[in-house]
């Protein structure tokens, strides 16, 4: 191929970070440090389900850090209460962990910690450092299955917050359910059509593409057990990929197209929403009325 024939392809901009989701469940991980940076880590460690060692002493947690502490199943954090040594001296080793943070307030220890990790290939996060860290934690937003983290490449943590915010108020509400539905069509096409690569799992992926383009996440999240099978049946098994009409399933309301347009087209917020929404109901039924009061009149004649 010609360089004037590649001319479409993305250009190489260096500078970025490698996205991924790293599955951390029942692997074991390294926190030093117990603040408020430490509680967020923490945070989100447990969420993953990986077992956590963490040390810091008591009179040093932050509030939710003790809490997790206290409630946490003994499987999930291993506390130590006292400082860390060091990676030189404390019986604690680096080495023994599948990744190690640190949140502390001292710097020429948090930077052995590093040069430990790394000299042992044990992916670290010394916080506020960027140039110590192997990865980012980013801001982080999550809805059931949902994950969605906004980096900034450690340069701005507030804009990556802010970011994230607005992400987040424009998800619809029932988003998880939208994704729970493809997953559960996606597993049992999985079933009738078993197999890895090769041209069927390209027809996989194109029919399960061509099926998020026609049905819109509201139809996808109220898709039953029943229209899931119709369109495997119907859809899978006879090469076409269908829609709701196709099937019959009823779609929105032309009433509900056309609020999601203004709500698009004004910007509304949910105070706004409820001003209007009351307008326009006080709005019909004054209608209503002075039809009513016409029609009285009529009849009186």
Same mark, same amino acid.
């Given at each position: ?8 392809? @993305?250009?190489?901009?260096? =500078? ?5 989701? $790293? ?39 932050? @509030? ?5 502490? *206290?409630?946490?199943?003994? +499987? ?10 060091? @990676? ?31 000299? +042992? ?23 059931? @299955? ?11 943590? !507030? ?7 607005r992400i987040e108020e424009s998800l619809p509400a ?9 997953? !559960? ?9 078993? /197999? ?13 593409? =061509? ?6 996440? *509201?139809?996808? =999240? ?10 495997? *049946? +119907? ?23 056309? $609020? ?6 004004? /910007? ?10 009351? /307008? ?5 039924? /004054? ?15």
């Amino acid at each position: 191929m010609s360089t004037s024939e590649s001319h479409h392809f @993305p250009t190489i901009v260096k =500078g970025s970070s490698f996205l991924l989701a $790293w599955r951390l469940e029942n692997r074991h991980v390294l926190l030093i440090g117990g603040g408020l940076v430490a509680s967020g880590r923490l945070y989100y460690l447990l969420e993953t389900g990986c077992r956590v060692t963490l040390i810091s002493p008591r009179e040093q947690l932050h @509030p939710e850090t003790a809490y997790r502490i *206290d409630v946490s199943n003994t +499987e999930d954090i291993t506390y130590l209460d006292r400082k860390y040594l060091g @990676p030189e001296e404390d019986e604690i080793k680096v080495g023994d962990y599948d990744m190690v943070l640190t949140a502390i307030d001292e710097v020429g220890l948090s930077s052995r910690i590093c040069t430990a990790c790394r000299k +042992e290939r044990v992916p670290v996060n010394v916080a506020d450092v960027p140039p110590e860290c192997d990865f980012y934690f980013g801001s982080q937003l999550r809805r059931g @299955p949902l994950q969605i983290m906004v980096s900034t490449s450690g340069r701005g943590p !507030k804009i990556a917050a802010l970011i994230r915010k607005r992400i987040e108020e424009s998800l619809p509400a029932d988003i998880e359910q939208a994704i729970d539905s493809v997953g !559960k069509l996606r597993g049992d096409l999985r079933k009738r059509a078993p /197999g890895v690569g090769g041209p069927l799992g390209q027809r996989r992926m194109n029919w399960m593409i =061509g099926i998020c383009d026609k049905w819109n996440l *509201d139809e996808l =999240g109220g898709m039953t057990d029943e229209v899931r099978q119709r369109l495997l *049946d +119907e859809g899978w098994d006879k090469k076409r990929v269908l829609g709701p009409r196709d099937l019959g399933v009823n779609s929105r309301s032309w009433v509900g197209e056309w $609020w999601s347009a203004v709500e698009e087209a004004v /910007g509304l917020n949910e105070e706004r929403k409820k001003v209007l929404g009351v /307008g326009l109901m006080g709005a019909v039924l /004054g209608t209503a009325g002075t039809a009513g009061v016409w029609y009285l009149k009529t009849q009186r004649r």
